[in-house]
């Protein structure tokens, strides 16, 4: 199995190398030209890195990196500055996920292909009709109208809910939201649940960016555990 992650140099998504490294699985990544991951990551073998912007990638650049991959992560995010948060690309979650989808269909594997995205608790799963509070309602579309990110991440996850769907032949996913993320150093006790169990906005839980990656890592690397949640957004708490 070879691993395709993009995000990779994010707080959340170094963890998640790390994991699949110390699972001894080949991996590639796709950073930014400017940056910063571990020094050990450039005498790694099982890694290979690719410098580039996912943004400015096209479709036939990309069919040709994951010629050889069966399995695909994304911790992509907003950086959490003004430019991060308003600048361009306001739709880099999304277009990621359309331009690696679009380069798997492709390459057109001989099996279906495994897609872990990474996500927020602040985005309902409309599969399943999720129901929130009108207050929740109101101050997550202010969020949405005023803060990019979120319509970003929402419209990745639409893509894959209604664009690739349940039955696609060749790609299988699950969404992941964890609820306020926080920074530990080491993996703890974890609940996965197929909807969130408090309100987000008004009583928001923990999630611990390690747990995040540990449990991505697991999906991928585990198929019983794929089988449960494929097709499904579940939510992630700290126990």
């Not at 959340?12 to 001894?24: H, I, M, P, Q, Y």
């Not at 290979?48 to 990638?57: A, F, L, P, V």
């Not at 974890?190 to 909807?195: A, E, K």
Request: proline share 5%; glycine share 6%; net charge neutral.
């Amino acid at each position: 199995m070879k691993i395709l992650i993009v995000g990779a140099s994010g707080a959340t998504g170094k963890f998640l190398v790390d994991e699949l490294l110390s699972a001894n699985k080949e991996i590639k990544i796709i950073v930014r030209p400017t940056a910063n991951i571990p020094d050990t990551w450039l005498y790694n073998e099982q890694l290979h890195i690719i410098r580039g912007n996912i943004s400015e990638m096209k479709v036939d650049e990309m069919t040709e990196i994951i010629s050889d991959c069966n399995a695909f992560a994304s911790c992509l995010g907003h950086n959490l500055t003004l430019k991060g948060v308003f600048g361009k690309p306001q739709k880099l979650v999304t277009d990621a996920v359309q331009l690696i989808c679009e380069a798997i269909s492709r390459k057109n594997p001989e099996k279906a292909v495994k897609f872990v995205l990474m996500n927020t608790v602040g985005n309902q799963n409309r599969d399943i009709k999720e129901q929130v509070s009108i207050a929740h309602k109101i101050v997550i579309a202010m969020v949405r109208f005023f803060i990019p990110p979120q319509a970003d991440n929402e419209k990745a996850a639409d893509f894959l809910r209604l664009m690739v769907g349940q039955n696609h032949p060749k790609i299988e996913w699950v969404v992941i939201r964890p609820d306020s993320l926080i920074n530990e150093y080491s993996v703890t006790d974890y609940r996965l649940h197929p909807s969130p169990i408090s309100s987000a906005i008004f009583n928001p839980g923990e999630t611990s960016r390690i747990n995040v990656a540990h449990f991505m890592a697991q999906l991928i690397m585990d198929d019983d555990l794929w089988g449960k949640w494929k097709g499904q957004m579940p939510v992630i708490y700290n126990k």
